[in-house]
């Protein structure tokens, strides 16, 4: 799946409107191994937790760019009514030739009862909370165990931030408002902290039938698993 123009359209569309580098950094990677890893005939996407800021990336534009013009689907899925009109307007916006489903909903309920199984999930609904990570991975696993046995093989799946024993976090408290009130700095000691924590370990078992995917898992860094299914 060649994906290097969609990424230079995205990239172009964050930078205009004052989003992360770290984001684009990740497209970046995720690209490489669509391109080398990817070989199924259409890109069936699914993003949990929808994709509505352009200062966090906005990252499910960039999956929905490559469905525009590869054919497929594109799903996303929110609990919040707000985020999910916010997502709306951007997918509007940006793509507005691109049938976008949108669903308000729990995403684990939602990834049980699909009707038609992707080959990409992108799971980013639960906030991660750095002083209190569990809730948010043990969401990721239960999101992934919904759909993993259905997806076919040689699908992918991406689990948002993730960050490896060894980083640093620099960890901010915000008002109402969403100005900071302070920083703290958060070692991370166990082997990894992030909404796939669960994810990650599970598929370094000898009787996982997923396996991580890319040399991008570096510490320091904010980290998206990838995983494919064999």
Same mark, same amino acid.
């Given at each position: 799946m060649k994906t290097k123009k969609y990424l230079d359209e995205y990239e172009k569309i964050v930078r205009d409107f004052g989003g992360r580098e770290d984001r684009i950094q990740q497209a970046r990677i995720l690209s490489e191994v669509l391109e080398k890893h990817f070989k199924l005939d259409s890109f069936k996407v699914i993003e949990t937790g929808a994709s509505q800021d352009f200062k966090d990336g906005c990252?499910? &534009?960039?999956?929905?760019?490559?469905?525009?013009?590869?054919?497929?689907?594109?799903?996303?899925?929110?609990?919040? %009514?707000?985020?999910?009109? !916010?997502?709306r307007e951007i997918y509007s916006r940006f793509l507005p030739d691109l049938e976008v489903s949108y669903f308000l909903s729990d995403s684990v309920d939602f990834l049980k009862n699909l009707p038609e199984a992707p080959n990409f999930i992108h799971l980013d609904s639960w906030d991660l909370n750095m002083k209190n990570?569990?809730?948010? @991975?043990?969401?990721?696993?239960?999101?992934?165990?919904?759909?993993?046995? !259905? @997806?076919?093989?040689? %699908?992918?799946?991406v689990v948002d931030d993730n960050f490896l024993k060894g980083t640093?976090?620099?960890?901010?408290?915000?008002?109402?408002?969403?100005?900071? &009130? +302070?920083?703290?700095?958060?070692?991370?000691?166990?082997?990894?902290?992030?909404?796939? %924590?669960?994810?990650?370990?599970?598929?370094?078992?000898?009787? %996982?039938?997923?396996?991580?995917? +890319?040399?991008?898992?570096?510490? +320091?860094?904010?980290?998206?698993?990838?995983?494919?299914? !064999?």
């Open positions: 990252f499910g &534009l960039y999956l929905a760019k490559i469905v525009q013009n590869e054919g497929g689907f594109f799903q996303t899925v929110d609990i919040d %009514s707000l985020i999910l009109n !916010r997502s990570p569990v809730p948010s @991975m043990l969401h990721g696993w239960l999101e992934f165990d919904a759909i993993k046995d !259905r @997806m076919p093989s040689g %699908s992918i799946c640093v976090v620099y960890w901010n408290y915000l008002d109402p408002q969403g100005e900071v &009130l +302070g920083t703290e700095e958060i070692h991370v000691e166990y082997d990894i902290i992030g909404k796939g %924590s669960l994810i990650y370990h599970w598929a370094q078992k000898d009787d %996982s039938d997923w396996n991580l995917v +890319g040399d991008h898992y570096e510490i +320091g860094k904010n980290v998206k698993l990838i995983l494919q299914k !064999r």
